[in-house]
């Protein structure tokens, strides 16, 4: 089963301007991990955050997380043509359970 | 980082026959694989768990008859189709975990499978 749904489910922007992702889940995690999938391929792992943190950074990227809400966020900084992929959040628990992921968001980058 | 192979990264055959595909861990020893399935332009809905030495566990909808899961080594698990139909026809994705609790877990590349 889906853990919950991301927002939007498509977005289109123009190349230099920034993306957001969200994402909504449903029960308790350990963390939370977004995903990049260009068209046809796998997955690439982009970062993770612990339920224990609120924000994470790495290059362009900036993820915050809202246990509360069961809410979290991707932000792609001056995006670029080779972002275009679809976005995936996936969650995990503590334990030997797999990870649950989102619908996905498909990101168009155009240049 | 640690890397997981699959094999072959896609394939075609022809309704009824049997399809293989192997999942590697190349450079760890994976105690827990995953294998995911991936309709065009959906999400990959788990499929079933297996851990090394015992049997699978299967997701609810999932025939465990139909898909055939070994993991008989800490770096090799196996999903076999069985008698495949065109309705089979996805991306099947497989994950590796390391340490039991670890919260990373390491994919494939994917299996394109076309059933005709």
């Known amino acids: 089963s889906q853990q919950g749904e991301e927002d939007p489910q498509a977005l289109s922007i123009q190349e230099g301007e920034n993306a957001t992702m969200n994402c909504s889940y449903k029960t308790s995690i350990n963390n939370l991990q977004w995903y990049r999938q260009n068209s046809g391929r796998g997955l690439v792992h982009l970062i993770l955050i612990r339920s224990n943190e609120r924000e994470k950074h790495s290059g362009r990227l900036r993820v915050t997380l809202d246990t509360s809400k069961k809410s979290s966020s991707l932000l792609i900084t001056a995006s670029r043509a080779a972002d275009t992929a679809s976005y995936f959040c996936a969650t995990g628990d503590s334990g030997n359970t797999p990870l649950v992921f989102g619908k996905g968001t498909r990101l168009s980058v155009i240049a | 980082g640690a890397v997981v192979s699959q094999h072959p990264s896609w394939v075609i055959c022809k309704s009824g026959t049997s399809v293989k595909i192997e999942c590697r861990s190349l450079d760890f020893q994976a105690t827990t694989m995953f294998w995911y399935r991936q309709f065009p332009k959906q999400s990959l809905m788990l499929m079933a768990t297996?851990?090394?030495?015992?049997?699978?566990?299967?997701e609810q909808g999932v025939e465990k008859d139909k898909f055939l899961i070994n993991h008989a080594s800490l770096t090799l698990s196996t999903l076999t189709v069985t008698s495949a139909h065109p309705e089979d026809s996805s991306f099947y994705i497989c994950?590796?975990?390391?340490?039991?609790?670890?919260?990373?877990?390491?994919f494939g590349p994917g299996t394109r499978l076309l059933v005709l």
């Open positions: 994950s590796a975990r390391g340490l039991a609790g670890a919260p990373a877990q390491y």
């Open positions: 297996s851990n090394e030495g015992s049997k699978a566990t299967y």
